[in-house]
């Protein structure tokens, strides 16, 4: 059971003949710790659907009198139920955690922390092995296995506690402050480097989502697996400060495109983006790295946006008042199975601009018209006329057209109806 009545020598009073009497108290949470866990209908003690999370837990505190007449009875009176309907931490075997009965029904609430402080493991200081649950810790031998631990749970790697360290640009420097602090945050920590972050830098709210986090860091960072960032004040510098790349082994003070991280890399997208006009004298830094307010961050090893919904309603729009702006540090391909539309008041291809390079873009040719000129070139070849011992005649009554011009013409005349392409189009001319 969890919650107990038990009396406690600390608390006492005499009877009429003034001997001593222990008072007993209600108890309504008591320690105790996890001995197995349904996980899935997999589990050992799984009992159905409404076994799910459920927990065997053995309780520190128990009322002395009670009894269980067999194996069975004994195992559902120590089965508990999660506390809170849809918010919990799904404890392993060996955890300890807070046993309480409400309305004749045993809930946990835990994992709890204890001396360790650890996102990842906490010891059980209250921990003897008391009862023997059938199948309990078969072939778990050695410490870990006598301290009713699971010996599926990696514990190679502690992770370190999130903090918060206070930061002079985004916490604000006016007013009366205190050096050494600064506001606390909201923060889910799972046991093995993934968190959400919750929280703000003075009234500017953030909210951070960490997965794959080094074991040794004790902050979100651009070196995470995968970080998503959402802030509404600081650049992402000021909020994550540089990272090394792994790759190149190059250090980085801040935030970088991973399109323009190459050392040799001659198109960066930081430099097409100078190009707009409207972006005016702004360079790089100014308009990619020194933005610094409302803003989404993906950063990952792969993204993947996915619609797979067929028909009219369905695919994935991108939109943008300004600028749309793509990147890459190798290639890019568009594959599409049946039109690929580009609608633009001016389409370039390559810098329009290219740093110290003085040149203009060349023009398109247009199919069509370079078509019709070239027919009329070669139709006045028909018209031109030669001297004669008579009158001016056409070229084609030279005995040698039919056999020599004549056949080099109409092959030309083919060649140009093949010039224009019957799957690519561009705009014509107003």
């Given at each position: 059971?969890?919650?107990?009545?038990?009396?406690?020598?600390?608390?006492?009073?005499?009877?009429?003949?003034?001997?001593?009497?222990?008072?007993?108290?209600?108890?309504?949470?008591?320690?105790?710790?996890?001995?197995?866990?349904?996980?899935?209908?997999?589990?050992?003690?799984?009992?159905?659907?409404?076994?799910?999370?459920?927990?065997?837990?053995?309780?520190?505190?128990?009322?002395?009198?009670?009894?269980?007449?067999?194996?069975?009875?004994?195992?559902e009176n120590y089965r508990y139920f999660p506390l809170l309907r849809n918010h919990g931490d799904v404890p392993t075997k060996g955890d300890p955690v807070l046993l309480c009965t409400i309305g004749k029904v045993n809930y946990y609430l835990g994992p709890l922390n204890t001396i360790n402080n650890s996102p990842t493991w906490n010891d059980d200081l209250n921990y003897t092995p008391e009862k023997i649950f059938e199948n309990n810790a078969i072939g778990e031998v050695?410490?870990?296995?006598?301290?009713?631990?699971?010996?599926?749970?990696?514990?190679?790697?502690?992770?370190?506690?999130?903090?918060?360290?206070?930061?002079?640009?985004?916490?604000?420097?006016?007013?009366?402050?205190?050096?050494?602090?600064?506001?606390?945050?909201?923060?889910?920590?799972?046991?093995?480097?993934?968190?959400?972050?919750?929280?703000?830098?003075?009234?500017?709210?953030?909210?951070?989502?960490?997965?794959?986090?080094?074991?040794?860091?004790?902050?979100?960072?651009?070196?995470?697996?995968?970080?998503?960032?959402?802030?509404?004040?600081?650049?992402?510098?000021?909020?994550?400060?540089?990272?090394?790349?792994?790759?190149?082994?190059?250090?980085?003070?801040?935030?970088?495109?991973?399109?323009?991280?190459?050392?040799?890399?001659?198109?960066?997208?930081?430099?097409?983006?100078?190009?707009?006009?409207?972006?005016?004298?702004?360079?790089?830094?100014?308009?990619?790295?020194?933005?610094?307010?409302?803003?989404?961050?993906?950063?990952?090893?792969?993204?993947?946006?996915?619609?797979?919904?067929?028909?009219?309603?369905?695919?994935?729009?991108?939109?943008?008042?300004?600028?749309?702006?793509?990147?890459?540090?190798?290639?890019?391909?568009?594959?599409?199975?049946?039109?690929?539309?580009?609608?633009?008041?001016?389409?370039?291809?390559?810098?329009?601009?290219?740093?110290?390079?003085?040149?203009?873009?060349?023009?398109?040719?247009?199919?069509?018209?370079?078509?019709?000129?070239?027919?009329?070139?070669?139709?006045?070849?028909?018209?031109?006329?030669?001297?004669?011992?008579?009158?001016?005649?056409?070229?084609?009554?030279?005995?040698?057209?039919?056999?020599?011009?004549?056949?080099?013409?109409?092959?030309?005349?083919?060649?140009?109806?093949?010039?224009?392409?019957?799957?690519?189009?561009?705009?014509?001319?107003?």
């Amino acid at each position: 059971m969890g919650s107990i009545i038990t009396p406690l020598s600390e608390i006492s009073t005499k009877d009429t003949l003034g001997t001593d009497i222990n008072i007993p108290v209600f108890i309504q949470f008591t320690p105790g710790y996890c001995v197995q866990v349904v996980h899935s209908t997999n589990s050992l003690r799984e009992k159905g659907d409404r076994s799910i999370n459920t927990i065997i837990a053995s309780p520190h505190m128990e009322n002395p009198d009670v009894v269980y007449s067999n194996k069975n009875s004994m195992e559902e009176n120590y089965r508990y139920f999660p506390l809170l309907r849809n918010h919990g931490d799904v404890p392993t075997k060996g955890d300890p955690v807070l046993l309480c009965t409400i309305g004749k029904v045993n809930y946990y609430l835990g994992p709890l922390n204890t001396i360790n402080n650890s996102p990842t493991w906490n010891d059980d200081l209250n921990y003897t092995p008391e009862k023997i649950f059938e199948n309990n810790a078969i072939g778990e031998v050695g410490a870990r296995g006598l301290s009713g631990e699971s010996l599926n749970f990696n514990k190679k790697n502690k992770y370190k506690r999130l903090i918060k360290l206070r930061k002079e640009e985004l916490d604000g420097s006016g007013g009366n402050f205190v050096e050494n602090e600064t506001t606390g945050d909201y923060i889910i920590e799972g046991r093995h480097g993934n968190s959400l972050r919750i929280g703000s830098r003075s009234d500017n709210p953030y909210i951070f989502m960490s997965n794959a986090r080094d074991f040794d860091n004790n902050v979100e960072s651009l070196e995470d697996g995968t970080l998503i960032s959402i802030t509404s004040d600081g650049t992402l510098q000021q909020h994550f400060g540089g990272f090394i790349d792994l790759e190149s082994n190059l250090p980085f003070e801040g935030f970088k495109l991973a399109s323009d991280i190459s050392p040799n890399n001659n198109r960066n997208m930081s430099d097409l983006v100078t190009t707009i006009p409207e972006n005016g004298e702004n360079n790089a830094q100014n308009l990619i790295y020194d933005y610094s307010d409302n803003q989404i961050l993906f950063h990952s090893d792969r993204i993947t946006l996915n619609s797979n919904r067929s028909g009219g309603t369905g695919g994935i729009y991108l939109s943008s008042r300004n600028d749309i702006h793509i990147g890459a540090g190798r290639h890019l391909t568009v594959s599409t199975n049946n039109d690929f539309i580009i609608s633009s008041e001016r389409t370039f291809i390559g810098n329009p601009t290219p740093n110290n390079l003085s040149r203009d873009m060349e023009s398109m040719v247009l199919g069509d018209k370079l078509k019709s000129v070239l027919t009329k070139i070669v139709g006045l070849f028909d018209k031109i006329k030669i001297a004669s011992s008579g009158q001016p005649a056409g070229i084609q009554t030279d005995p040698t057209y039919q056999v020599g011009v004549g056949e080099e013409i109409g092959t030309l005349i083919t060649e140009i109806d093949n010039i224009t392409s019957t799957k690519h189009f561009i705009e014509p001319n107003t």
